[in-house]
């Protein structure tokens, strides 16, 4: 199974918008809702920031939002403030037997 | 509030078995699937597998091979081996929760703050 493809890195200054994409082989997305992303600081677990595409869990900040098209998947940060310098992964079903495979990774910078 | 809690060798040795446990704190195991996740800087992060509080499991298929997964209710714990490792094995393990959303499809909700293994004689 091959990873999600991110970018490697994304910029962005303090109050401005950034996105940032996942794209997967048809096979990978097959649970066409089953996207998550999560935020890791260094040193620090994953924790995770939005869930079936779009859903946000408690306690997050509406700054984040997410989409998916076709085979990209896309995280939004609104408002960017320099809490949000982090590395942003997402995550999806593989779809052979049962399995799930996470994305490269994306460095964003504020 | 839920906590979770890995613990085990941090240095095994080349052709050994990598044994890990997670503690699970504040709540229950029962009713929830369990996952081991790895991260080092070569492969990223990686899904190992998941055991369900029955005893069912699901493996990555590129480690099915070496990987057993076992869960001790009655301690609300559960375990990883990893056999005949080598210094590819060398990570960060993390000990996950699953939960499920609204339109019943899981996500890990819950992360323990994970443990460097490192492989090597």
């Known amino acids: 199974q091959s990873a999600l493809t991110q970018e490697a890195s994304v910029s962005g200054s303090p109050g401005q918008s950034i996105t940032m994409s996942c794209t997967g082989t048809?096979?990978?997305?097959?649970?066409?809702?089953?996207v998550s992303w999560f935020q890791q600081h260094p040193g620090k677990a994953p924790k995770v920031i939005i869930y079936e595409v779009t859903k946000r869990p408690s306690g997050v900040s509406n700054r984040f939002s997410g989409s998916k098209s076709g085979n990209t998947a896309s995280l939004t940060i609104s408002g960017l403030q320099a809490e949000d310098e982090a590395d942003y992964y997402c995550?999806?079903?593989?779809?052979?037997?049962?399995?799930?495979?996470f994305g490269s990774g994306t460095k964003v910078t504020v | 509030q839920v906590q979770l809690q890995e613990s085990g060798p941090g240095l095994v040795k080349p052709s050994e078995t990598l044994s890990l446990t997670c503690s699970v704190s504040?709540?229950?195991?029962?009713?929830?699937?369990w996952s081991w996740i790895r991260q080092s800087a070569v492969e990223g992060l990686e899904w190992i597998g998941r055991?369900?509080?029955?005893?069912?499991?699901s493996y990555n298929p590129s480690l099915k091979s070496r990987v057993v997964l076992s869960i001790d209710t009655s301690n609300n714990q559960f375990s990883l081996q990893l056999s005949s490792v080598t210094a590819a094995d060398t990570a960060v393990y993390f000990c996950?929760?699953?939960?499920?959303?609204?339109?019943?499809?899981?996500?890990?909700?819950?992360w323990g703050h994970g443990t460097l293994v490192t492989v090597s004689s």
């Open positions: 048809s096979s990978d997305f097959v649970s066409y809702n089953r």
């Open positions: 055991i369900y509080s029955h005893g069912a499991t």
């Open positions: 995550c999806s079903y593989a779809g052979s037997g049962f399995s799930y495979v």
């Open positions: 996950a929760r699953e939960s499920l959303g609204e339109l019943l499809l899981n996500y890990f909700d819950l």
């Open positions: 504040g709540g229950s195991i029962r009713g929830y699937y």
